[in-house]
């Protein structure tokens, strides 16, 4: 691959050429970097999808970041989040637990110099990465790791980002910064960095999928869709609702895959109101069973999509078909009006409208954005707008879901589908194709 401004010559981290999987990462069985496993290339491979370059997709996030930056004039950036450290680097490091434990830091300067703060004695988790031009320690400033110390770690800190602000950023002293801990903001404060909001930055630079992310992209969702049906096989009377959720978990884990958002399963009366957890409800024959996936897949990609099915051989009844068409009937027609150019509020305005028994428990959005995990932009309801909603245009490489639930106040059942959607030149493509119940459609 020749040179761009963001590559870093004759850098002894860089991936040996002669030893690499087809999507560019290392061969080496004992390799530290994560990723797909032989069960998921074999699958994709039958399947015919082309696997993302991961050197190329990397350059292209980095990028995305550095146009960002500036376009506003900002020095650099300064990351705690781990989904952005991710996008910024392509870097895993405990991701669940550092997104409540902060100890990982990633700055991005306006001219693509990236440095990463790592959790103690993880240098080595990142070598296969040259795009990362330092590697430190020391971005902890939480009370459960520093105690009554915290102060004195986030000056010291806060040292090291003035330091290379002066270094890359000159006499520009605008920092973007996603979130921090109230003592490492006070530290940048009192040193005279201007510290702005750094989500605007990351949720423009992430809202346009690059080729390879589109790749990655669907790789995830074919190894979603296969570990879904495993969970259909796991589901069966006398199987616990858990039991048919973990089905899920432990095929996204053996394809590749990283970690579930929510456990969004449920069954029976349970699926009415939404959002109840899986649990150890028993399934019968003749149970409805709805999910959302809220998966994080392979290459740390997100797959959210959504379907509702009956337990057993039986036929639903005729009120679970006539909720099922509705939330069926919502999602496509939906789907029909996306494509490059329209505005969000637009979609709002023509977007299919729920039968009024089913909008007080209508669902949070019509349509979100979906990358590394759900991402801007959110389009909600009419119902919604005046207090959420907000303006912007769909372009392409945009990934969108859309999705609905459909339950009426006091009811039984809730349905819930849910597809995941790319905006293409001319329209868009769906993604997820998993297929509805044509049981509940007849």
């Known amino acids: 691959m020749g040179s761009t401004p963001f590559s870093i010559s004759a850098n002894s981290r860089r991936i040996d050429p002669t030893r690499h999987r087809p999507d560019g990462s290392s ?7 994560i990723g797909p496993t032989p069960l998921a290339f074999a699958e994709w491979a039958e399947s015919s999808l082309e696997v993302p370059h991961l050197p190329t997709m990397r350059e292209y996030r980095l990028g995305r970041l550095v146009q960002q930056l500036q376009a506003r004039d900002l020095a650099g950036i300064l990351l705690f989040d781990p989904l952005n450290i991710r996008y910024a680097t392509d870097t895993t490091n405990m991701q669940l637990w550092t997104t409540h434990n ?29 795009l990362v031009s330092e590697l430190r320690s020391g971005a902890s400033f939480f009370f459960f790791e520093t105690g009554d110390r915290t102060d004195q770690h986030a000056k010291r ?25 109230v ?23 992430r809202v346009i999928k690059g080729p390879d992310e589109i ?14 049906r495993e969970m259909r096989e796991a589901m069966h009377a006398g199987a616990t609702e ?19 958002e929510t456990r969004i399963l449920s069954s029976g009366p349970r699926t009415n109101p939404w959002y109840q957890e899986s649990g150890p409800r028993v399934l019968s024959d003749g149970d409805l069973v709805s999910f959302d996936t809220d998966l994080i897949g392979v290459y740390g990609m997100c797959v959210d999509m959504s379907r509702s099915w009956i337990c057993g051989d039986l036929q639903p009844t005729a009120e679970q078909k006539r909720l099922y068409q509705i939330a069926f009937e919502h999602i496509h027609h939906n789907t029909e009006l996306v494509r490059p150019g329209v505005g969000f509020t637009e979609l709002t305005k023509l977007g299919h409208r729920l039968p009024e028994s ?14 590394l995990c759900d991402e801007y932009p959110c389009i909600r309801y009419p119902e919604d707008v005046e207090s959420y909603g907000y303006e912007g245009v769909l372009e392409p490489g945009m990934a969108l879901c859309v999705e609905a639930y459909i339950g009426e106040v006091g009811g039984r059942d809730g349905i819930k589908l849910e597809n995941q959607l790319l905006v293409t030149d001319d329209g868009c493509e769906v993604l997820t194709r998993y297929p509805f119940e044509d049981r509940f459609l007849k």
């Not at 790749?215 to 879904?228: D, F, L, P, T």
């Not at 048919?244 to 996204?252: I, R, S, T």
């Not at 089913?358 to 990358?371: D, K």
Request: proline share 2%; glycine share 12%; hydrophobic share 40%.
């Open 157 to 181: 800190f806060a040292g090291q980002v003035d330091e290379l602000l002066r270094t890359h950023g000159g006499a520009n002293r605008r920092l973007a910064v996603d979130r921090i801990e």
């Open 27 to 33: 061969a080496n069985n004992d390799r530290t970097e």
């Open 102 to 130: 902060p100890a990982r830091a990633c700055f991005v300067s306006a001219g693509g110099h990236v440095v990463l703060w790592d959790f103690h004695g993880c240098d080595h988790l990142s070598a296969h990465l040259p």
């Open 358 to 371: 089913c909008r007080a428990q209508r669902y949070g959005v019509m349509f979100h954005g979906v990358g």
């Open 242 to 260: 858990n039991d048919v959720w973990a089905a899920l978990h432990a095929g996204n884990i053996r394809r590749g895959g990283e970690w579930i």
């Open 183 to 205: 003592a490492g903001l006070r530290a940048l404060d009192a040193l005279g960095v201007e510290v702005c909001s750094g989500q605007e930055v990351t949720e423009y630079a």
């Open 215 to 228: 790749k990655a992209m669907r790789c995830a969702v074919a190894s979603c869709e296969a570990s879904i």
